[in-house]
């Protein structure tokens, strides 16, 4: 079975703070993705990657950054995070273009 | 137009219904179609893979209209079980995924 393990399901944070969302699969999957989800908005896309060091921007970069050193991980940073970046934050991995994705267990942020 | 746009419903459906669902999409080159279900508070997981041919799987049948650009999905014989979202999933020219909004399911007793 495909794994991908986000490093929380729940995360508290200070305007302000700079945020590291970590994921991990482990399928040697080439494709990354980091997605929010808000109510009424559906998924939207931040970045993505489509190989080690490797990035792509999505519809909603802004505010965010990316870094894939190694195949299987793919971090998401909020360089300083802001009330408007509260929001579930999705993962997903594939093996290349044209198949399935696959998500982690999503992180609930919150920035006080 | 959106590029992925699906009806939100909610579709309140008692069991043992049939209901379809559709999605269109407004790229012509796009190459993959997928339908994910959604859980509350839960990840989205795959449900089914969309081909050109149609497919089936049990009580699901996804079909894909590329000339109209639609995808579609029909559940039979609906549980209390399917009560979820639907998303509907188009491979982007990019290498991206696109995401519909979701179509909100309630299977009633």
């Known amino acids: 079975d495909v794994k991908v393990t986000q490093s929380s399901r729940y995360l508290v944070k200070r305007t302000g703070e700079k ?4 994921c991990v699969q482990d399928m040697d999957h080439e494709n990354m993705f980091w997605y929010r ?9 931040i970045y993505f990657s489509y190989d080690v060091k490797m990035k792509e921007k999505g519809d909603i970069p802004e505010g965010y950054s990316v870094s894939r050193e190694k195949k299987e ?3 998401l940073i ?3 995070a802001s009330t ?26 919150t920035v006080v | 137009r959106k590029e992925v746009e699906q009806d939100p419903g909610p579709f309140n459906v008692p069991e043992g219904a049939t209901v379809a669902f559709n999605c269109t999409y407004s790229n012509s080159a796009s190459q993959s179609f997928f339908w ?28 894909l209209n590329r000339a109209s650009q639609y995808i579609s999905l029909l559940i039979r014989d609906s549980k209390l079980s399917d009560s979820a979202t639907y998303l509907c ?21």
């Open chain 1, 37 to 45: 989800q808000d109510p009424g908005l559906g998924l939207r896309l």
């Open chain 1, 78 to 80: 909020l360089e300083s």
């Open chain 2, 89 to 109: 999933v188009v491979g982007g020219s990019q290498g991206n995924l696109i995401f519909g909004k979701g179509t909100k399911l309630s299977v009633k007793p």
């Open chain 1, 84 to 109: 408007n970046q509260t929001s579930m934050y999705l993962c997903a991995s594939r093996r290349q273009e044209n198949t399935e994705a696959f998500f982690g267990q999503g992180t609930r942020l």
């Open chain 2, 36 to 63: 994910y279900r959604q859980d509350c508070r839960k990840e989205p997981k795959l449900l089914m893979s969309v081909y050109s041919s149609g497919n089936e799987d049990g009580r699901f049948t996804a079909q």
């Open chain 1, 19 to 22: 945020v590291f969302l970590e």
């Open chain 1, 73 to 75: 991980r793919f971090s």
